[in-house]
């Protein structure tokens, strides 16, 4: 049966509405050059970021078009011969001018423009919002002679915290091994004298805290030991040079009103800050102005070669060192009475002097000591001089070996830190603060070669990443030296002790005598009392 299912269409049409040329292109024309000016102003700062590949371009162009390849490749050749004499001859002022930002424009475009989005997304630094993928923002890259410093700018909803636990990701990514990041800018504003000059740098250098600063380490330019700097002319206290930066520049240590603490596993170089330090204090310990004081109890081996230095130095005997500790604190108690109501902070002066006081090994003194009352009488002396002697004139220098909080009790007091090799990561945050590790300072993986030590982290004064240091290397003849040619004034030496008697075992290690004797554990002074008998 057949029916008819015919159905009429309906035809439905868009509705439109005849519109003249003229007004078409009255809409088209302005809508364009909106869009071009829009896309013009986008590109200004990336053209003027690369000005000088913009500019050569262009020049190599216009030559070719002109002249042809020719004239190109004559100008390529005199600029190559121009560039190598210059490299001959004045290579300092060839690398900074035309090698490193040679050298900085190539790594921009072909080693972190080309692969950033890849590796920004793989390593979890691109967030997206509204389906849009916000990746860090490349903004410039610098080549030094062995780093490349990236700028960026972070997305919305980042801080430098996640930088830092992708800093062994992001190292990797871009063929490098170590990777450190800061979030304060690297370079200091120059001092200037030009009122216009100093109100463009308020500018240049205000806070930004969306930019970080991302170092990657091409080659250690640490390997090489630093030699002992030239002794100063005159002694800066809030400027000590020690050593040297990861970026070649000079470390230098503001001493006034603060204690230091040197933490590091044996053999890992903490004479060489010891003896940076006293180097840089020379003239004024000859002057009078800074009075050393020294506790060495493991019997002089570190502290001897230089005990001319010293108005005070104790190595023998634990009694005596115990007295030195409670004579400083009569001596910062007398010029608290002197101080009070005067001033809230002591200026050193020959009448007034600076004292210095360094411990070799400190926790010989604070928890290895046998004698109980004499360990108590130490530790109590100590923290005075840490809780009250900085404001006043009367330092401690400490170094120790083991920073755990059962060994040293009193290593919160330090203001100043400084990690050189440790045994456990652990160890990091206990010398330098809670997440110093995680901000870059590996001090458990540092090498233990002789060739390394004296190589070890430190937090300045103005951000808050750990900065690796390699202090110089005195040698033990420039420490002689020293020693003559800057002696204290009335130094005061103690009789050595008779060799007889130190080789004597039932001298050192009678029973009864640990107060006099090495300031070793119970174990093992027990058992080298049955080794004597």
Known sequence: MNKNTNVPLVNFRRLSIPAPWWLVMWIVIPYLLFKTIVWLVRSLPVLWRNRTSVTLTVLALWLWHEHGWEILALFA?????????????????????????????????????????????????????????????LLRVRCTYATDEVLLRMPRGQNPDDYHAAAANLAYSFGARICRVYS????????RTNRFLRLVDRFRYRDRPRLVWLVFVRRDPLRRTVPAFDVPEETNLEA?????????????????????????????????????LIRALAPAIRSGLVRLWGIDPKGGVELSLGRDLFSRYEYAEVPPMVAMLEELVEVMRERQARMQGKTRAHTPTLDEPLYVLMVDEILALVALLQDADLRARAKAALAMLLTQGAGLGVLVIGATQDPRKEVVELRDFFPTRIALRLNEPNHVDLVLGQGSRARGALCDQLSARPSMRGIGYVVLDDRPEPERVRFAYVTDDEIRDMAVAYAAPNVVQRPAVVPEQRRDPKHLYKPGRHAQGPLLPDSLTTFLDGEAA
């Not at 050298?103 to 080309?114: E, K, P």
């Not at 304060?184 to 001092?191: F, K, M, V, W």
Request: glycine share 8%; proline share 6%.
């Open 77 to 137: 050749g005199v600029a190559g011969a121009t560039v190598g004499v210059w490299w001959w001859r004045w290579r300092p002022w060839c690398e900074r001018l035309i090698v490193l930002p040679v050298l900085s424009w190539w790594q921009r475009l072909f080693v972190y423009g080309l692969h950033w989005r890849e590796a920004m997304t793989v390593c979890r630094l691109a967030e997206r919002f509204d389906t849009k993928l916000n990746v860090p923002k």
């Open 184 to 191: 304060g800018r690297r370079e200091q504003p120059p001092a």
């Open 240 to 276: 000590l040079p020690l050593g040297v930066r990861e970026d070649l520049v000079r470390y230098v240590l503001r001493l006034l009103a603060t204690h230091v603490l040197i933490v590091g596993a044996t053999r890992a170089g903490k004479g060489s800050v010891q003896w940076s």
